[in-house]
């Protein structure tokens, strides 16, 4: 069986430092790579919130053509605040995952979301930015998985350097 993979693609993102955090959501929740459209990242000063160095682990890169990331094994889905979505507590990720964010100021094209294979929302009042919505999912995804974890063993790797509680049992 092929390891679970996913892979996220932000429409037109404006804002550097929202890009910067979905890098470090990347990193947390084992993305292979990002992909952005549009003109307006490139104008913008480099991403700033990329504090774990994600950036130079996963692959940012800009694409026109979202299609052609896809595979015979993954599937599209968009995750928007759209009529007829799927809620995300009630969503089954695919093994293979190409996750698509609209803007923070607009929508996915209509275009992408009638090819997704999927489209979900998540149920909030109001909307989340563009780097709270991809945690969401990416834990939302790493959480349905129910893998076996060493929780104490990820624990020490994942905290920072400083932190050394324990909690006697």
């Not at 550097?16 to 990347?26: H, I």
């Not at 979505?85 to 995952?97: G, M, R, S, T, V």
């Not at 919505?133 to 076996?148: C, E, G």
């Amino acid at each position: 069986m092929n390891r679970p993979k996913s892979t996220i693609v932000l429409c037109n993102p404006k804002s550097p430092s929202n890009v910067g955090a979905v890098m470090r959501a990347a990193g947390c929740y084992a993305s292979e790579a990002i992909y952005y459209t549009g003109d307006r990242f490139e104008r913008a000063q480099k991403y700033q919130q990329d504090t774990k160095n994600h950036s130079q682990t996963i692959p940012l890169n800009k694409i026109e053509n979202i299609q052609t990331l896809k595979t015979s094994k993954s599937k599209i889905v968009c995750i928007e605040l759209v009529e007829g979505a799927i809620a995300l507590p009630d969503f089954k990720h695919p093994e293979q995952a190409i996750y698509v964010f609209g803007p923070e100021d607009g929508s996915i094209d209509l275009s992408i979301v009638k090819s997704a294979d999927h489209v979900v929302y998540i149920p909030t009042i109001g909307c989340m930015n563009l780097a709270a919505t991809t945690n969401v999912v990416l834990y939302d995804r790493m959480a349905k998985q129910k893998k076996p974890i060493d929780h104490d063993a990820l624990i020490k790797k994942s905290r920072d350097v400083n932190n050394h509680l324990k909690i006697d049992k």
